[in-house]
């Protein structure tokens, strides 16, 4: 199972709930905690319902800042919800369909730091209270070693003790990560840069037992001054499997479209050849004339990931340029990409409504998460979930 925190600096944003889509379709978490909302209670669920999850947990903001979401499928996890203040929510996890359990805190630690040493207080009053599997995770908003910042004042020793001394009190361990070294940044020039790892995911022994393959990684960041980061329970390789041809009804709104079907029929052969050629060429046509968005957008992701990589070490005005450049030209790219969700859609959205709404992107993730085998029970009733267990199955069903 993933979990993902992300501090989005507003929920109000005009790409937030599209980046959150974004996120869920990249990484399928089961829990994602969005901090920094800056929505009250009373709105929040308005927002909340219309993204990909089922269930949610939303705190007050602090006057006009702070503010936690915790979200998630309940398919994939069992929520009950334990205590929660402006700076915390903690819950009780139970994994499904492996059924096993565990303590979830988030945390939006308060850029005041007289009212930080308030959370380390709770904290430490939880780990009191329990000796379960437990994990803490969001925005601390203290870096806990000078390497954990760059530019600007030095990191307070006194501050940063205050925080080690809670984590101890908890009984926690920072399993390291990968990416970018730093998950926030004031994107200001070179000269007057900060960059700190604030954003962070503590574990403590008995949870690292259950999931000794557990991994950490900063993602890249795009729409906010923080990264969104990624815990994998069980990290795994991509399973690369032949896909059936599949005609796309969105296909036949492209005007190059009827060009690939003429080429393929163009000479008298039986039908079943024609069919091949067809299928054959229309997903080569598919994959250069559309697939091109998905390309170039991770193209630009990545291009964005290396110069945050940079610049967490060599900061240069050349790159702080760059990486303002790329953001904009993914603004372009992620405005063509939801055009071609709408079409995705399988929807008229010319009866169903405006082109630009969220309708779309959520029909096609819902039609996509509804298609999506994580898990197979076989003969027994064991639940399989390995890849080289799931293929003799599969390959018997299909």
Known sequence: MNIIVWNCRGALKPNFQSYVREL??????????????RVRRDKAKEITDRLPFDGAIHTETMGFAGGIWLLWNSDRVEVVQLANTEQEIHVEVKVLPTNLSWIFTAVYASPRCVERQVLWGNLSKVAE?????????????????????????????????????????????????????????????????????IDRFFMNPSWCLLYPDAKISHLTRCHSDHCPVLMETKPRGQMFLTRPFKFQSFWLSDPSFPSVVNQAWRQPRKLRDAIDTFAHQASLWNKNHFGNIFHKKKRIMARLDGVQRVLAS?????????ENHLIKELDVVLEQEKDLWALKSRINWMVLGDRNTSFYHVSAITRRKRNLITAIKNEVGDWLMRRGKLLPISGRVS
């Open 24 to 37: 869920v379709r990249n990484h399928n978490p089961g829990i994602m905690v969005v901090m920094e909302t």
């Open 314 to 322: 060599e900061p240069s005005a050349s790159l702080v340029s760059l």
């Open 129 to 197: 209270l329990h000796n379960l599997p437990w994990v803490i995770a969001g925005d601390f908003n203290e870096p806990l070693i000078d390497e954990d910042k760059f530019g600007g004042r030095p990191v307070s020793m006194a501050r940063s003790l205050l925080f080690k001394e809670c984590l101890d009190k908890c009984n926690m361990v920072d399993m390291g990560f990968n990416g970018p070294k730093y998950t926030w940044t004031n994107r200001r020039e070179v000269s007057s840069l900060i960059q700190e790892r």
